[in-house]
Every structure is written in C-alpha cells, then in structure tokens.
C-alpha cells in the first residue's frame, strides 16, 4: 500500500537539539496506547573524544512521569564517522540494560533504540516512555531527540498524537 508517511507513523520531539554538554538533557514523554513501536532517534554533531552520550531509557504510567522507572532494551542501531559517507547502520546488542553508551563523542552520529510497547509493564499501568542523555562533559555536543512511533493500532489519515494520555 502507498500511504504517505504520516499515515504509518507519528513525529514527536523528545527534545530540540541542545549543547548537551551543559546539562542533563530529560526528554519529553510519549504514550504508546496508540502506538506498537516507538523508535528512539539520537542525532549528533561532532564533540569529544571520551564525552560519549549516555542514553537512558524510562517508562511512566501516564505523560506527567508518574511512577517512573527504567525501561530495558537490548538492541541498538547506530552509524558513526562523517554520516555523508556512512551509509549503513551497524546493530549492536547489549545485556538487558536501561543505558547504552553511544561511543561516538568525537564523531557525527545516529542511535536508534527501538522500543516495543509491549516491552513496558504492563500489567502495573505503564505506557508512556522517555529518554534522557546525561551531561556529555565539557566541549559543546550538539544533539537532539525525535521518537518515531510506529505500527499504529488503528489506521486513519491523521494519526492519533501522543503528548497526551
């Protein structure tokens, strides 16, 4: 079927792109009610090497952060170097955590984690997630969050949002 993309999928900004060498960088949250997946999207410009993003993945129980606690993942998608020239992603997977260093502090990059919604708890009520990259140290990071929900559960036009409960 050739649908236009934003009858497939759902664009919400975790958090604009920032020095994140200032601050803690705390996402938005997303609801997942509507939605299968949530693709997580780190995009990065050049900093320093040893100052490698520190992602961290949550859920809540609503969009306000209720309850909140840490989500695990396994795999991660990334590409790293001049991404002009990296045309492929290299997939990583990793213990069951709810962190993952994206090595790639001195270079341009992309990080995708992936999450399902039925990876979340919920039997106790969670459905919404965030993510959070920590202080990447001292040499300006720029960096910005996107969450790509996917696999709608009901097909329409327009999309249901997911800023709200």
């Known amino acids: 079927m050739n649908r236009h993309i934003l009858e497939k999928m759902q664009i919400v900004g975790g958090f604009t792109p ?13 609801s997942l009610k509507n939605y299968g997946r949530c693709a997580i999207v780190l995009f990065k410009g050049t900093g320093t090497a040893a100052e490698d993003p520190v ?5 809540a129980t609503d969009v306000s952060g ?52 039925e990876d979340l708890d919920k039997a106790n009520g969670y459905d919404c997630i965030r993510a959070n990259i920590a ?4 040499t300006a990071q720029i960096g910005g969050v996107l969450y790509l929900l996917h696999e709608p559960r009901f097909a329409s036009a327009t999309l249901p949002g997911a800023i709200t409960d």
């Open 66 to 117: 209720t309850t909140s606690k840490s989500l695990t993942f396994t795999r991660i998608d990334t590409k790293a170097g001049t991404l002009s020239s990296v045309s492929q992603f290299t997939t990583a997977t990793q213990a069951a955590a709810a962190t993952y260093t994206f090595d790639a502090g001195d270079v341009e990059g992309i990080c995708v984690i992936d999450i399902k919604a």
């Open 55 to 59: 992602i961290t993945v949550q859920q």
């Open 135 to 138: 202080d990447v140290g001292t």
């Open 18 to 30: 920032v020095n994140m060498a200032t601050a803690a960088n705390n996402g938005d949250w997303v």
